[in-house]
Nanobody
């Protein structure tokens, strides 16, 4: 079992920044993957970024590259999603998720999910 607790969402204005946190606990291995995904109303779930539990490999989707950064604090077992230059189209529920698999770029095979945190960007 792996437990994930997200925090950091909120209401911001276009151009602002936010940092989302995902605190993880449970049975993990360095090769496991933590991802950040989002889902906006009426849209499919989208993978934004992923990082191995060791922090050694990272993936950023082209859709947010240059604005979003994923990182991990190994001492705190926490994965962060730093979001800059936010746009109204970034409005969505953001989820962190964990998988035992090693594939960085797929979104359908996560094993555990956080509760989600709402990010709303006003124009």
């Amino acid at each position: 079992q792996v437990q994930l607790v997200e925090s950091g969402g909120g209401l911001v204005q276009a151009g602002d920044s936010l940092r989302l946190s995902c605190a993880a606990s449970g049975r993990t291995f360095n090769s496991n993957v933590v991802g950040w995904l989002r889902q906006a109303p009426g849209k499919e779930r989208e993978l934004l970024a992923a990082i191995t539990w060791s922090g050694g490999r990272r993936f950023i989707s082209d859709s947010v590259k240059g604005r979003f950064t994923i990182s991990k604090d190994n001492a705190k077992n926490t994965v962060y999603l730093e979001m800059n230059s936010l746009k109204p189209e970034d409005t969505a529920v953001y989820y962190c998720a964990f998988k035992f698999g090693r594939t960085m770029t797929t979104h359908h095979d996560y094993d555990y999910w956080g509760q989600g945190t709402q990010v709303t960007v006003s124009a």
